[in-house]
């Protein structure tokens, strides 16, 4: 393919999905679906994984689109990045590539450059309620807890059904120690959803916090894991066993959640601190 034909086809790809997003503006349906199943827009499949967007097709926006996501799947941000920064100097109105890139450049902390590529794509696709989630957090790593609020609350606007962003209000409370408003934000994902994964951590975080560490524990092992949960759930379960000298659950709840040490629980939490806790729960075990 020679290179006017390929930028032509890359234009091509993003205007597409620029007049199906925009010009049928009232309809943005597809957005609530994105993160369950793929869905159609245009001649693209756009689904959800792990928070990175991949979409179907054989084009050039296409492969480019999923060879970076594949990279940030294993944990390869910046080279990730180098494919979506280029591919948007062809292609700047390519949702997943803005949305990508701002994956990308929160897991490399540089989150101020992120901010600016999630407002692009909520300039394109206003009602993804993900790109609010994916803002908030930043505010909230940020220390600009108000703006944090204000993103999860349009989130919820744009989307009431997704409750993972009751999760994060009742995280902002939780970090203030308002425990008794992160509770009510907690039971209102398990009053929508029975035994909603994060809604029931949620709970028993307050527990840990209380020092209620068997009440911790019932909770955490009522979830189910087999499902999408937040991988904090192993620190949680780690601690709280550590601290009813239950060392080998504790070893075993450590060592899950080293396996994840591209999730977001390392961005803010030290893998030296994590790998410390395990090799001390491994040395009780042999008392």
Not at 152 to 157: A, N
Request: aromatic share 14%; proline share 3%; charged share 20%.
């Amino acid at each position: 393919m020679g290179r006017n034909t390929y930028i032509k086809s890359f234009l091509s790809a993003a205007i597409i999905f620029t007049i199906i997003t925009a010009a049928g503006s009232s309809d943005y349906s597809w957005v609530h679906h994105v993160d369950k199943k793929p869905v159609i827009i245009g001649k693209y499949q756009i689904y959800s994984k792990n928070d990175i967007l991949f979409c179907t097709g054989d084009d050039p926006a296409g492969t480019a689109n999923n060879k970076a996501a594949e990279l940030m799947v294993i944990g390869n941000f910046p080279e990730a990045l180098t494919i979506l920064e280029e591919a948007l100097t062809r292609a700047p109105l390519f949702f997943p590539f803005l949305y990508n890139a701002g994956i990308c450049t929160l897991y490399m902390n540089r989150l101020q450059v992120s901010l600016i590529h999630f407002r692009k794509a909520a300039q394109l696709v206003p009602e993804y309620s993900n790109i609010y989630l994916q803002t908030g957090y930043i505010y909230g790593r940020l220390n600009r807890e108000s703006e944090a609020l204000e993103q999860f609350r349009i989130g919820l606007k744009k989307n009431p059904k997704e409750l993972n962003t009751y999760i994060l209000i009742g995280d902002i409370y939780f970090n203030r120690n308002q425990l008794r408003t992160a509770k009510k934000y907690y039971d209102t994902t398990i009053t929508l959803q029975h035994l909603f994964p994060n809604g029931l951590l949620g709970l028993a975080k307050i527990h840990f916090k209380n020092e209620e560490y068997i009440k911790a524990i019932v909770l955490l092992k009522s979830i189910n894991t087999s499902v999408d949960y937040d991988k904090s759930y192993h620190y949680y379960f780690a601690e709280s066993s550590f601290k009813t000298g239950d060392y080998k659950t504790a070893v075993e709840q450590y060592e899950t959640l080293l396996t994840y040490k591209n999730d977001k629980f390392f961005l803010v939490n030290s893998l030296f601190l994590i790998t410390h806790k395990l090799e001390l729960s491994k040395r009780f075990t042999e008392r």
